[in-house]
């Protein structure tokens, strides 16, 4: 199976979810955020197609890192991928969190392969960017319409529970 990525994987990021976490960056995104800080990676067909074994080999190669962050884009728009990924970073022994435009409730109400994705997700940043509501307060996050939240319990619970409430 192949993914296709804005760029290659960046280690040793601090600012994309708690820890020292190596983010994955999806290409594609239909949200189009106005001021969103990757439109390069709006394109569907845009950046690089690299194959899922070699980007688990690159995960296996980790070191000192607590987690992944799927990032770009969308990872929701390539729900099998990132699932595949997910998986394979919880087989390793990190946690991962997800960047996405749709909301929870949107994901609970769309296609079985986005929901299955959901569930292998610890920690889920959601929402579209809104510009005017940006600030630079927000812990890792862009604008205060964003959650950051504990999948896990909110899917125990049926309800959204935050993983931050700041």
Same mark, same amino acid.
């Not at 509501?133 to 899917?155: H, M, P």
């Given at each position: 199976?192949?993914? $296709?990525?804005?760029?290659?994987?960046? !280690?040793?990021? &601090?600012?994309?979810?708690?820890?020292?976490?190596?983010?994955?960056?999806?290409?594609?995104?239909?949200?189009?955020?106005?001021?969103?800080?990757?439109?390069?990676?709006?394109? #569907?067909?845009?950046?690089?197609?690299?194959? #899922?074994?070699?980007?688990?080999?690159? %995960? @296996?190669?980790?070191?000192?890192?607590?987690?992944?962050?799927?990032?770009?884009?969308? !990872?929701?728009?390539? !729900?099998?991928?990132?699932?595949? +990924?997910?998986?394979?970073?919880? @087989?390793?022994? %990190?946690?991962?969190?997800?960047?996405?435009?749709?909301?929870?409730?949107?994901?609970?109400?769309?296609?079985?392969?986005? #929901?299955? %994705?959901?569930?292998?997700?610890?920690?889920? &940043?959601?929402? $579209?960017?809104? &510009?005017?509501?940006?600030? %630079?307060?927000?812990?890792? $996050?862009?604008?205060?319409?964003? $959650? +950051?939240?504990?999948?896990?319990?909110?899917?125990?619970?049926?309800?959204? +529970?935050?993983?931050?409430?700041?």
């Amino acid at each position: 199976m192949k993914v $296709r990525l804005a760029a290659n994987i960046q !280690p040793d990021s &601090i600012v994309d979810g708690e820890g020292i976490r190596t983010v994955i960056w999806f290409q594609g995104c239909l949200h189009h955020c106005t001021g969103c800080h990757n439109p390069e990676t709006w394109n #569907l067909n845009g950046g690089i197609e690299v194959d #899922l074994d070699t980007l688990k080999n690159e %995960l @296996s190669q980790l070191k000192y890192q607590n987690g992944i962050t799927l990032s770009g884009g969308d !990872p929701f728009y390539q !729900p099998l991928a990132a699932l595949e +990924i997910a998986k394979y970073a919880h @087989s390793l022994g %990190l946690n991962v969190w997800c960047y996405t435009g749709y909301t929870f409730e949107e994901i609970l109400n769309e296609d079985e392969n986005k #929901l299955e %994705l959901l569930k292998n997700i610890d920690v889920l &940043i959601d929402g $579209r960017f809104e &510009i005017e509501k940006k600030s %630079l307060a927000c812990k890792f $996050r862009g604008s205060t319409n964003q $959650r +950051i939240i504990d999948v896990t319990k909110s899917l125990t619970n049926n309800e959204v +529970i935050l993983y931050y409430d700041d």
